[in-house]
T-cell receptor, first 111, second 117 residues
Framework: KQEVTQIPAALSVPEGENLVLNCSFTDSAIYNLQWFRQDPGKGLTSLLLIQSSQREQTSGRLNASLDKSSGRSTLYIAASQPGDSATYLCAPKDSWGKLQFGSGTQVVVTP | DTAVSQTPKYLVTQMGNDKSIKCEQNLGHDTMYWYKQDSKKFLKIMFS???????INETVPNRFSPKSPDKAHLNLHINSLELGDSAVYFCASSQELAGGLVTGELFFGEGSRLTVL
């Protein structure tokens, strides 16, 4: 059974600092891995999708890497802004199409 | 235009009642899901339908019954509601490639917060 761990559980940084969010998973037989953000009381917004054959994916200030063999993914957010404050979730997808979610990293960016 | 929309957004009801949550997606996706987020914010899959066919059915009480009238809609009916059913229920959709290769990106609705009193 896939288990997903996200470290740290919470992170507070001043505006402008770079953020590094870690995700590890126990079963490396994944088809892709998706990073989401969730604002309080809201749904999940997809940030990046990395296919199992890819090593990284970039979108604006966001960069996600994937090391499938070691069961790790990292989300980098450059030059953080207060609007980046949210909970970030990683979710690898298995061969059945199931996303297994981590418990998330709660990020606070202070002005 | 909302890609994945759920109704109602909030639902407060008494134990023992039956309730339904509706979901519609306008992305043309072939696969839809229901996820449950509990009070500790942990998200877990409940069901998945591909082209109206049930493909994932996690260990969910049979009081929960999904129905997919067409590939753009996936509804969730819950019978005999219990206190422990209180949670936020999220609908999602994705486009999965043919031939069993599962690679699609999931898009989520805003959630339906169910409170059972």
């Amino acid at each position: 059974k896939q288990e997903v761990t996200q470290i740290p559980a919470a992170l507070s940084v001043p505006e402008g600092e770079n953020l590094v969010l870690n995700c590890s998973f126990t079963d490396s037989a994944i088809y892709n891995l998706q990073w989401f953000r969730q604002d309080p009381g809201k749904g999940l917004t997809s940030l990046l999708l990395i296919q199992s054959s890819q090593r990284e994916q970039t979108s604006g200030r966001l960069n996600a890497s994937l090391d499938k063999s070691s069961g790790r993914s990292t989300l980098y957010i450059a030059a953080s802004q207060p609007g980046d404050s949210a909970t970030y979730l990683c979710a690898p997808k298995d061969s059945w199409g199931k996303l297994q979610f981590g418990s998330g990293t709660q990020v606070v960016v202070t002005p | 235009d909302t890609a994945v929309s759920q109704t109602p957004k909030y639902l407060v009801t008494q134990m023992g009642n039956d309730k339904s949550i509706k979901c519609e997606q306008n992305l043309g996706h072939d696969t839809m899901y229901w996820y449950k987020q509990d009070s500790k914010k942990f998200l877990k899959i409940m069901f998945s339908y591909n082209n109206k066919e049930l493909i994932i059915n996690e260990t969910v009480p049979n009081r929960f019954s999904p129905k997919s009238p067409d590939k753009a809609h996936l509804n969730l009916h819950i019978n005999s509601l219990e206190l422990g059913d209180s949670a936020v229920y999220f609908c999602a959709s994705s486009q999965e490639l043919a031939g069993g290769l599962v690679t699609g990106e999931l898009f989520f609705g805003e959630g339906s917060r169910l409170t059972v009193l």
